[in-house]
């Protein structure tokens, strides 16, 4: 367990970069197509949307870059040294943006409030059972270590805020990290470490969909 959180907090996969500062105000208005999808102030009505207001400027970028390298055949991906994230709803949506245009957007949203969400009664107990102390018969951390006892994240380390987040989403994520982690098309851009998708490997479907819900209602 001492190793696994180590792991956590040192994983490179979600801060191994430098960025530019971004421009809130300007962001705005380069956000202005992303409404349709991640709604007014980056809060969502669409469950399988992610919410993008309050997440930190480094995480945001992160995977701004990520799915603009996605869209890259493998040898360019390669060549540009860059770790790929494919989300088909975001094909061509950010081929124009250079990178301060993605800090700017970073900014922007991160400057915003995030809406709250409600857990389910009935996984409320398990989900924050999972979230604050994990399962410790498969050796998966608590969620805490990297994303704080509230949900809010580690701005400054690059780990993503979860609360108030659409559960569906969540849970959605974690499907993916199981997924690349089964060698089977999904989500593998959690580093070198693979620490998402050692976690999520660990985790049957009714526990993701528990601790998916509680973090729902967690802001």
Excluded: W
Excluded at 152 to 175: E, F, I, M, S, W
């Amino acid at each position: 367990m001492k190793k696994l959180l180590i792991s956590f907090l040192v994983i490179a996969g979600f801060t191994g970069f430098a960025q530019a500062g971004g421009d809130a105000a300007a962001g705005k208005g380069k956000a202005a197509a992303c409404v349709a999808c991640h709604g007014e102030g980056g809060n969502s009505m669409a469950p399988n949307f992610p919410k993008l207001a309050g997440q930190s400027e480094r995480y945001l970028v992160k995977q701004l870059k990520d799915i603009q390298c996605g869209a890259l055949s493998a040898e360019e991906q390669k060549a540009q040294k860059c770790a790929g994230r494919t989300v088909p709803t975001m094909a061509g949506q950010l081929d124009n943006f250079n990178d301060q245009d993605l800090a700017d957007i970073a900014a922007y949203y991160a400057g915003q409030a995030i809406s709250g969400g409600q857990a389910k009664a009935a996984n409320a107990v398990k989900g924050e059972e999972i979230y604050r102390a994990g399962i410790r018969s498969k050796g998966v951390a608590a969620c805490t270590a990297c994303h704080s006892p509230t949900g809010k994240g580690n701005a400054p380390a690059g780990y993503p805020a979860l609360g108030g987040q659409h559960a569906d989403y969540v849970a959605a994520q974690l499907r993916a990290f199981r997924a690349a982690a089964d060698g089977l098309p999904g989500r593998d851009n959690d580093g070198d470490t693979k620490i998402m998708r050692d976690v999520a490997y660990r985790m049957s479907d009714s526990e993701i969909d528990a601790v998916a819900s509680y973090i729902s209602g967690l802001y």
